[in-house]
């Protein structure tokens, strides 16, 4: 099977990402439920007041992964991203976001509307994020047991904030 085939089929049967950030040299790591795109996008909302929300602000550069519960005598199988993350502010971006959660989450047509008036209205005291990842690695040793290691290098030039 092909990685980026693996990798989506691994993104559709997991709901919680684990994501990296960093402030002042600390590092820091949180849970989300996600949605994601055909691109590899992985979305999730979050509240501003959040440390994770706040560093992301500081420091774009993220990192994360996707396992699923782990089942004894199971292979090892799991994602690591690299990339940055965003919060999204555009209507047709949050447009996309939302859609990629209402569709995984199955959230009404009516909630999805509620959500982006908020977050567009600036009422929300959370927002909508995407994590736009560089590179993703998928560790599997079921089907690959002598190279478990698999790299998905992302095609796309990122934004990457100052973090001096």
């Known amino acids: 099977m092909r990685v980026k085939q693996l990798i989506n089929n691994y993104l559709k049967e997991s709901y919680l990402l684990q994501i990296a950030t960093s402030g002042h040299n600390i590092p820091w790591i949180c849970t989300v439920c996600f949605g994601f795109d055909t691109s590899f996008n992985l979305y999730w909302f979050s509240r501003h007041d959040t440390r994770h929300s706040q560093e992301i ?5 993220v990192a994360g992964t996707v396992v699923l519960p782990y089942v004894k005598g199971n292979k090892s199988r799991g994602l690591q991203f690299a990339g940055i993350a965003v919060e999204l502010h555009d209507v047709l971006e949050i447009e ?3 859609g990629a959660m209402r569709k995984r989450y199955d959230m009404s047509k009516k909630r999805e509307i509620e959500l982006k008036n ?3 209205s600036g009422d929300a005291n959370y927002g909508l994020y995407r994590f736009i990842p560089e590179e993703i690695i998928l560790y599997d040793t079921k089907n690959f047991p002598d190279a478990p290691r698999q790299v998905y290098s992302m095609t796309t030039t990122l934004l990457r904030k100052d973090t001096e």
């Open 57 to 61: 602000l500081q420091n774009n550069c």
């Open 96 to 98: 996309k976001g939302l």
């Open 118 to 120: 908020e977050m567009v």
